[in-house]
Protein backbone atom coordinates (compact mmCIF):
# COMPACT_ATOMS: atom_id res chain seq x y z
CA UNK A 1 0.00 0.00 0.00
CA UNK A 2 1.66 3.34 -1.03
CA UNK A 3 1.75 6.47 0.79
CA UNK A 4 -1.32 8.07 -0.64
CA UNK A 5 -3.39 4.89 -0.50
CA UNK A 6 -2.51 5.41 3.60
CA UNK A 7 -3.30 8.98 3.54
CA UNK A 8 -6.74 8.49 1.53
CA UNK A 9 -7.53 5.90 4.08
CA UNK A 10 -6.66 8.32 6.98
CA UNK A 11 -8.29 10.77 5.69
CA UNK A 12 -11.80 8.64 4.38
CA UNK A 13 -15.05 9.75 6.27
CA UNK A 14 -16.57 7.48 8.18
CA UNK A 15 -20.15 8.36 9.28
CA UNK A 16 -19.34 11.64 9.74
CA UNK A 17 -16.53 11.36 11.51
CA UNK A 18 -12.12 11.12 9.85
CA UNK A 19 -10.87 7.85 10.86
CA UNK A 20 -8.15 9.83 12.61
CA UNK A 21 -10.83 11.27 14.94
CA UNK A 22 -12.44 7.66 15.56
CA UNK A 23 -9.38 6.70 15.93
CA UNK A 24 -8.68 9.47 18.68
CA UNK A 25 -11.77 8.80 20.26
CA UNK A 26 -11.08 5.54 20.40
CA UNK A 27 -7.86 5.51 22.79
CA UNK A 28 -9.65 8.27 24.78
CA UNK A 29 -12.17 6.43 25.79
CA UNK A 30 -9.76 2.93 26.31
CA UNK A 31 -7.54 5.16 28.87
CA UNK A 32 -10.08 7.33 30.42
CA UNK A 33 -11.96 3.42 31.05
CA UNK A 34 -8.89 2.21 31.99
CA UNK A 35 -7.34 5.02 34.46
CA UNK A 36 -10.58 5.73 36.18
CA UNK A 37 -11.46 2.36 37.34
CA UNK A 38 -7.62 1.99 38.45
CA UNK A 39 -7.50 5.20 40.05
CA UNK A 40 -10.43 4.50 42.79
CA UNK A 41 -9.19 1.23 43.44
CA UNK A 42 -5.49 2.91 44.22
CA UNK A 43 -7.32 5.79 46.64
CA UNK A 44 -9.31 3.35 48.31
CA UNK A 45 -6.25 1.21 48.88
CA UNK A 46 -4.25 4.26 50.29
CA UNK A 47 -7.42 5.35 52.31
CA UNK A 48 -7.81 1.61 54.08
CA UNK A 49 -3.77 1.50 54.97
CA UNK A 50 -3.93 5.64 56.11
CA UNK A 51 -7.05 4.75 58.57
CA UNK A 52 -5.72 1.32 59.87
CA UNK A 53 -3.42 4.02 61.82
CA UNK A 54 -5.22 7.19 62.21
CA UNK A 55 -8.91 6.69 61.38
CA UNK A 56 -10.04 10.97 60.28
CA UNK A 57 -13.36 11.72 60.39
CA UNK A 58 -12.32 13.56 56.62
CA UNK A 59 -11.24 10.17 55.51
CA UNK A 60 -13.57 7.74 56.69
CA UNK A 61 -16.05 10.37 54.75
CA UNK A 62 -14.01 10.67 51.47
CA UNK A 63 -13.38 6.69 51.48
CA UNK A 64 -17.11 6.21 51.71
CA UNK A 65 -17.47 8.55 48.53
CA UNK A 66 -14.69 6.42 47.09
CA UNK A 67 -16.90 3.54 47.39
CA UNK A 68 -20.03 5.09 45.75
CA UNK A 69 -18.50 5.81 42.80
CA UNK A 70 -19.93 3.34 40.06
CA UNK A 71 -18.39 2.04 37.30
CA UNK A 72 -20.92 3.49 35.15
CA UNK A 73 -20.50 7.29 36.11
CA UNK A 74 -16.82 5.98 34.71
CA UNK A 75 -18.33 4.56 31.48
CA UNK A 76 -20.00 8.06 30.97
CA UNK A 77 -17.15 10.41 31.69
CA UNK A 78 -14.98 8.14 29.40
CA UNK A 79 -17.71 8.52 26.73
CA UNK A 80 -18.35 11.90 27.33
CA UNK A 81 -14.26 13.00 27.02
CA UNK A 82 -14.44 10.46 23.35
CA UNK A 83 -17.39 12.29 22.68
CA UNK A 84 -15.37 15.51 22.17
CA UNK A 85 -13.24 13.96 19.17
CA UNK A 86 -16.47 13.39 17.39
CA UNK A 87 -19.42 15.11 15.35
CA UNK A 88 -22.39 13.16 15.86
CA UNK A 89 -25.64 13.93 14.63
CA UNK A 90 -28.00 16.60 16.19
CA UNK A 91 -30.25 13.83 17.66
CA UNK A 92 -27.87 10.91 18.60
CA UNK A 93 -25.79 14.08 20.67
CA UNK A 94 -29.19 14.98 22.27
CA UNK A 95 -30.10 11.43 23.20
CA UNK A 96 -26.02 10.88 24.40
CA UNK A 97 -26.08 14.23 26.19
CA UNK A 98 -29.39 13.30 27.99
CA UNK A 99 -28.12 9.57 28.94
CA UNK A 100 -24.89 11.08 30.77
CA UNK A 101 -26.61 13.74 32.45
CA UNK A 102 -28.81 11.35 34.15
CA UNK A 103 -25.40 8.94 35.16
CA UNK A 104 -24.43 12.71 36.79
CA UNK A 105 -27.42 13.19 38.58
CA UNK A 106 -27.82 9.53 39.73
CA UNK A 107 -23.83 9.60 40.83
CA UNK A 108 -24.17 12.51 42.45
CA UNK A 109 -27.56 11.31 44.56
CA UNK A 110 -25.75 7.89 45.51
CA UNK A 111 -22.26 10.07 46.72
CA UNK A 112 -25.43 12.71 49.05
CA UNK A 113 -27.50 9.28 49.87
CA UNK A 114 -23.69 7.99 50.95
CA UNK A 115 -22.69 10.66 52.97
CA UNK A 116 -25.88 10.48 55.09
CA UNK A 117 -25.97 7.04 55.81
CA UNK A 118 -22.08 7.65 56.91
CA UNK A 119 -22.96 10.65 59.04
CA UNK A 120 -25.54 8.35 60.50
CA UNK A 121 -23.69 6.04 61.21
CA UNK A 122 -21.46 7.66 62.92
CA UNK A 123 -24.01 9.07 65.12
CA UNK A 124 -25.10 5.84 66.02
CA UNK A 125 -21.89 4.94 67.15
CA UNK A 126 -21.22 7.68 69.70
CA UNK A 127 -24.74 9.61 70.95
CA UNK A 128 -26.89 6.72 69.50
CA UNK A 129 -24.87 3.80 71.05
CA UNK A 130 -26.84 0.59 71.49
CA UNK A 131 -30.95 0.29 70.09
CA UNK A 132 -31.65 3.14 72.23
CA UNK A 133 -31.64 5.59 69.04
CA UNK A 134 -32.16 2.99 65.83
CA UNK A 135 -35.62 4.04 65.47
CA UNK A 136 -35.10 7.81 65.64
CA UNK A 137 -31.91 7.64 63.12
CA UNK A 138 -33.76 5.37 60.47
CA UNK A 139 -36.37 7.88 60.39
CA UNK A 140 -33.80 10.33 59.92
CA UNK A 141 -31.96 8.66 56.97
CA UNK A 142 -35.13 7.91 55.75
CA UNK A 143 -36.03 11.57 55.29
CA UNK A 144 -32.36 12.68 54.58
CA UNK A 145 -32.64 9.97 51.66
CA UNK A 146 -35.99 11.64 50.45
CA UNK A 147 -34.94 15.03 49.88
CA UNK A 148 -31.62 13.70 48.01
CA UNK A 149 -33.06 12.09 45.55
CA UNK A 150 -36.09 14.58 45.29
CA UNK A 151 -33.47 17.22 45.35
CA UNK A 152 -31.20 15.20 42.07
CA UNK A 153 -34.77 14.55 40.35
CA UNK A 154 -35.44 18.28 40.16
CA UNK A 155 -32.10 19.18 39.07
CA UNK A 156 -31.78 16.89 36.41
CA UNK A 157 -35.04 17.90 34.92
CA UNK A 158 -33.43 21.42 35.01
CA UNK A 159 -30.29 20.40 33.15
CA UNK A 160 -32.45 18.57 30.60
CA UNK A 161 -34.72 22.15 29.78
CA UNK A 162 -38.22 21.24 31.81
CA UNK A 163 -39.63 23.85 33.90
CA UNK A 164 -39.58 22.93 37.25
CA UNK A 165 -41.83 26.29 38.34
CA UNK A 166 -45.32 24.88 37.23
CA UNK A 167 -44.48 21.35 38.13
CA UNK A 168 -43.41 22.10 41.60
CA UNK A 169 -47.06 24.33 41.66
CA UNK A 170 -48.68 21.41 40.55
CA UNK A 171 -47.54 19.56 43.22
CA UNK A 172 -47.81 21.65 45.72
CA UNK A 173 -51.30 22.16 45.29
CA UNK A 174 -51.28 18.35 45.57
CA UNK A 175 -49.45 18.47 48.08
CA UNK A 176 -51.55 21.03 50.46
CA UNK A 177 -54.62 18.15 49.33
CA UNK A 178 -52.70 14.88 50.72
CA UNK A 179 -51.63 16.88 53.47
CA UNK A 180 -54.96 17.77 55.30
CA UNK A 181 -56.07 14.25 54.24
CA UNK A 182 -53.16 12.58 56.05
CA UNK A 183 -52.26 15.99 58.60
CA UNK A 184 -52.35 13.47 61.92
CA UNK A 185 -49.92 11.23 60.17
CA UNK A 186 -47.70 14.09 58.93
CA UNK A 187 -47.84 15.65 62.48
CA UNK A 188 -46.13 12.01 63.97
CA UNK A 189 -43.58 11.84 61.06
CA UNK A 190 -42.71 15.39 62.34
CA UNK A 191 -43.04 14.76 65.84
CA UNK A 192 -40.39 11.38 65.58
CA UNK A 193 -38.22 14.02 63.59
CA UNK A 194 -38.70 16.41 66.72
CA UNK A 195 -37.82 13.16 69.20
CA UNK A 196 -34.94 12.43 66.82
CA UNK A 197 -33.04 15.53 67.02
CA UNK A 198 -33.84 17.25 69.87
CA UNK A 199 -33.92 13.39 71.85
CA UNK A 200 -36.17 14.45 75.33
CA UNK A 201 -35.72 11.07 76.01
CA UNK A 202 -34.88 7.18 74.61
CA UNK A 203 -35.35 3.88 75.11
CA UNK A 204 -34.94 2.62 78.93
CA UNK A 205 -36.00 5.92 80.34
CA UNK A 206 -38.75 6.08 82.86
CA UNK A 207 -41.51 8.84 81.84
CA UNK A 208 -44.70 10.18 83.74
CA UNK A 209 -46.69 11.70 80.97
CA UNK A 210 -50.23 13.10 82.38
CA UNK A 211 -51.26 10.18 84.10
CA UNK A 212 -49.82 7.60 82.63
CA UNK A 213 -45.80 6.48 83.84
CA UNK A 214 -43.83 3.43 82.00
CA UNK A 215 -40.10 2.64 80.78
CA UNK A 216 -39.92 3.38 77.04
CA UNK A 217 -39.58 0.41 74.80
CA UNK A 218 -39.87 1.83 71.20
CA UNK A 219 -39.85 4.75 69.62
CA UNK A 220 -41.60 4.72 66.16
CA UNK A 221 -42.79 7.05 63.01
CA UNK A 222 -45.92 6.97 64.50
CA UNK A 223 -46.24 6.15 67.94
CA UNK A 224 -43.90 5.69 71.11
CA UNK A 225 -44.64 2.63 73.18
CA UNK A 226 -44.32 2.37 77.27
CA UNK A 227 -44.19 -0.42 79.31
CA UNK A 228 -46.38 0.29 82.38
CA UNK A 229 -45.56 -0.80 85.84
CA UNK A 230 -48.46 -3.07 85.99
CA UNK A 231 -47.17 -4.45 82.90
CA UNK A 232 -49.41 -3.87 79.99
CA UNK A 233 -47.70 -1.78 77.12
CA UNK A 234 -49.06 2.01 76.31
CA UNK A 235 -49.18 3.39 72.77
CA UNK A 236 -49.04 7.01 72.41
CA UNK A 237 -48.95 8.99 68.99
CA UNK A 238 -45.62 10.78 69.37
CA UNK A 239 -47.58 14.25 68.44
CA UNK A 240 -49.79 13.60 71.36
CA UNK A 241 -46.48 13.05 73.62
CA UNK A 242 -44.68 15.90 72.56
CA UNK A 243 -47.90 18.60 73.49
CA UNK A 244 -47.97 16.60 76.76
CA UNK A 245 -45.88 17.74 79.77
CA UNK A 246 -43.08 14.75 79.73
CA UNK A 247 -41.51 14.06 83.02
CA UNK A 248 -38.34 11.96 82.41
CA UNK A 249 -36.86 10.31 85.23
CA UNK A 250 -34.51 8.53 83.19
CA UNK A 251 -32.30 11.79 83.35
CA UNK A 252 -32.43 11.69 87.17
CA UNK A 253 -28.87 12.11 88.66
CA UNK A 254 -29.98 12.07 91.97
CA UNK A 255 -33.10 11.92 93.67
CA UNK A 256 -34.75 15.05 96.87
CA UNK A 257 -35.78 12.68 99.36
CA UNK A 258 -37.72 14.26 102.46
CA UNK A 259 -39.51 13.14 105.23
CA UNK A 260 -41.08 13.75 108.71
CA UNK A 261 -40.96 12.26 112.13
CA UNK A 262 -43.72 12.78 114.61
CA UNK A 263 -42.82 11.95 118.68
CA UNK A 264 -44.98 12.72 121.50
CA UNK A 265 -45.84 15.86 123.38
CA UNK A 266 -44.38 13.90 126.51
CA UNK A 267 -40.80 13.96 125.33
CA UNK A 268 -38.57 15.55 127.52
CA UNK A 269 -36.81 19.30 125.87
CA UNK A 270 -33.28 17.59 125.55
CA UNK A 271 -34.32 14.83 124.26
CA UNK A 272 -36.78 16.86 121.56
CA UNK A 273 -33.33 18.87 120.84
CA UNK A 274 -31.51 15.49 120.45
CA UNK A 275 -33.91 14.19 117.73
CA UNK A 276 -32.33 16.30 114.80
CA UNK A 277 -28.89 14.67 115.16
CA UNK A 278 -29.93 10.75 115.51
CA UNK A 279 -31.86 11.85 112.06
CA UNK A 280 -28.50 13.49 110.23
CA UNK A 281 -26.45 10.58 111.64
CA UNK A 282 -29.28 7.83 110.31
CA UNK A 283 -28.96 9.52 106.94
CA UNK A 284 -24.99 10.14 106.92
CA UNK A 285 -24.66 6.78 107.36
CA UNK A 286 -26.27 5.74 104.34
CA UNK A 287 -23.77 5.34 101.36
CA UNK A 288 -24.69 7.33 98.68
CA UNK A 289 -26.45 9.89 100.32
CA UNK A 290 -25.99 13.95 100.99
CA UNK A 291 -27.40 15.18 104.11
CA UNK A 292 -29.38 18.44 103.63
CA UNK A 293 -31.23 19.49 106.68
CA UNK A 294 -32.90 18.32 109.79
CA UNK A 295 -35.31 20.44 112.23
CA UNK A 296 -37.92 20.16 114.47
CA UNK A 297 -39.97 21.94 112.34
CA UNK A 298 -43.89 22.03 114.19
CA UNK A 299 -46.33 21.40 116.38
CA UNK A 300 -48.73 19.04 115.18
CA UNK A 301 -51.99 18.20 116.28
CA UNK A 302 -51.37 14.95 118.39
CA UNK A 303 -46.76 14.98 117.30
CA UNK A 304 -43.81 16.91 117.25
CA UNK A 305 -42.95 17.57 113.92
CA UNK A 306 -39.36 16.60 112.82
CA UNK A 307 -38.72 17.36 109.00
CA UNK A 308 -35.89 16.09 107.25
CA UNK A 309 -34.09 16.32 104.19
CA UNK A 310 -31.47 14.54 102.27
CA UNK A 311 -30.68 13.50 98.33
CA UNK A 312 -29.60 9.78 97.14
CA UNK A 313 -26.90 9.77 94.50
CA UNK A 314 -28.82 7.64 92.68
CA UNK A 315 -31.14 7.48 90.15
CA UNK A 316 -32.79 4.36 90.78
CA UNK A 317 -36.24 4.33 92.55
CA UNK A 318 -35.31 0.82 94.77
CA UNK A 319 -32.10 2.08 95.93
CA UNK A 320 -33.56 5.13 97.20
CA UNK A 321 -36.07 3.04 98.98
CA UNK A 322 -33.32 0.81 100.23
CA UNK A 323 -32.00 3.64 102.18
CA UNK A 324 -35.00 5.46 103.11
CA UNK A 325 -36.14 2.02 104.73
CA UNK A 326 -32.29 1.68 106.41
CA UNK A 327 -33.24 5.27 107.65
CA UNK A 328 -36.41 4.32 109.66
CA UNK A 329 -35.06 1.20 110.99
CA UNK A 330 -32.16 3.10 112.63
CA UNK A 331 -34.39 5.98 114.50
CA UNK A 332 -36.56 2.97 115.35
CA UNK A 333 -33.39 1.68 117.27
CA UNK A 334 -31.80 5.48 118.26
CA UNK A 335 -35.48 6.36 119.77
CA UNK A 336 -36.17 3.06 121.32
CA UNK A 337 -32.67 2.87 123.37
CA UNK A 338 -33.16 6.53 124.00
CA UNK A 339 -37.11 6.35 125.51
CA UNK A 340 -38.08 8.54 122.52
CA UNK A 341 -41.82 7.32 121.10
CA UNK A 342 -43.37 7.49 117.79
CA UNK A 343 -46.73 9.79 118.31
CA UNK A 344 -49.75 8.53 116.53
CA UNK A 345 -53.42 9.80 116.52
CA UNK A 346 -54.60 10.00 119.94
CA UNK A 347 -57.22 11.59 122.29
CA UNK A 348 -57.44 12.16 125.57
CA UNK A 349 -60.13 12.02 128.22
CA UNK A 350 -59.65 14.27 131.17
CA UNK A 351 -62.64 13.14 133.86
CA UNK A 352 -62.89 15.87 136.71
CA UNK A 353 -64.75 15.37 140.12
CA UNK A 354 -67.25 18.08 140.23
CA UNK A 355 -68.11 18.33 144.39
CA UNK A 356 -71.34 17.80 145.50
CA UNK A 357 -73.67 21.39 145.83
CA UNK A 358 -74.29 22.28 149.44
CA UNK A 359 -76.98 21.93 151.07
CA UNK A 360 -79.13 25.24 152.05
CA UNK A 361 -79.16 25.76 155.65
Known amino acids: MNLEAIKELV????????????????????????????????????LKKRMADHPVAPLLVLRTLIDATTRLFMLAVAIYLAMRWLEAPARLDRIIGVAILVVVWLQIALWATAAIRHLIDMRRGHEFAGAEGAASLNILRFVGVLIVWVVALLMLLTNLGVKIGPLIAGLGIGGVAIALA????????????????????????????????????????????????????????NGDLLKSRVRNYGLLYERRASFTVGIVYETPRELVALVPRLIEEAIRAQPKTRFDRAHFANFGEFALIHEAVYFVLDAEYNTFMNIQQAINLRLMDEFAARGIKFAYPTTKQWTVSVPAPAEPA
Open 182 to 237: VQNLLGDLFASLSIALDRPFKVGDFLVIGEEKGTVEQIGIKSTRLRSLSGEQIVMS
Open 11 to 46: HATYYGNELVAWVKALVTFAVWFTVLPLARAFIARR
